[in-house]
């Protein structure tokens, strides 16, 4: 099994940044590859960034150039980095890892 533990949301203003982790523990021999999901109020979650074990990144074209997803500085976590927010990016954002496993998500809410 695999837990993951998402921190770091809250609240900012336009243009503000945010700085997401992801916590993992227990069997995370097992992960290959760990994704930043978000879901806005009425609608379906969305892909924002993922990254592999071997460190090749994707990002959803909302997300290119505004956030980078990268291992943290922390064992074992994968942070998002989330910069220029705009209301559009308010959400309840969730760590997932493969296809199994998620977070209990952290809001974010961008608005002034």
């Known amino acids: 099994q695999v837990r993951l533990v998402e921190s770091g949301g809250g609240s900012v203003q336009p243009g503000g940044s945010l700085r997401l982790s992801c916590a993992a523990s227990?069997?995370?021999?097992?992960?290959?590859?760990v994704a930043w999901y978000r879901q806005a109020p009425g609608r379906q979650r969305e892909l924002v960034a993922s990254i592999t074990s071997r460190g090749s990144t994707n990002y959803a074209e909302s997300a290119k150039g505004r956030f980078i997803i990268s291992r943290g500085n922390a064992k074992n976590t994968v942070d998002l980095q989330m910069n220029s927010l705009e209301p559009e990016d308010t959400a309840v954002y969730y760590c997932r890892g493969n296809e199994d496993y998620w977070g209990q998500g952290t809001r974010v809410t961008v608005s002034s």
């Open positions: 227990g069997n995370i021999g097992m992960i290959s590859l």
